[in-house]
């Protein structure tokens, strides 16, 4: 049985709007949504409510997991149109790259 829990609830943002995750063990799958998550949680503060919906998401897997670890979820607001937004970022585990991805999302 493949487990798709994702331990949101544990899930810290600081004031630079990075994410982190501490001691868990996720498979790079679920590290590429939680970075997607991060990442639209961060637009929202630029868009002042306004819907956001997903056009394209692309991951560059950088290195492997090495098991349970502490995650860090940088995200990047690359341009900001008046309805799309581009956007990137990176995981990283205990310091180390372990994905990239860039974003696209519509405002409306």
């Known amino acids: 049985m493949i ?14 709007g990075v994410g982190h995750l501490s001691s868990v063990h996720l498979d790079l ?12 949680e961060a637009i929202r503060l630029e868009i002042d409510g306004a819907e956001l919906n997903t056009v394209s998401v692309t991951v560059d897997v950088t290195g492997q997991s090495g098991g349970e670890a502490d995650l860090s ?15 990137s970022g990176e995981a990283k585990e205990n310091g180390r790259p372990l994905l990239k991805a860039t974003m696209v999302f519509r405002i409306g």
Not at 29 to 40: N, P
Not at 73 to 81: L, S
Request: aromatic share 4%; proline share 5%; net charge positive.
């Open 3 to 16: 487990d798709l829990i994702i331990p949101l609830s544990t899930l810290r943002i600081d004031t630079n």
């Open 29 to 40: 799958s679920a590290v590429a949504v939680v970075l997607q998550k991060v990442t639209e």
């Open 73 to 87: 979820f940088i995200p990047r607001i690359d341009r900001k149109t008046r309805t799309l937004v581009f956007a």
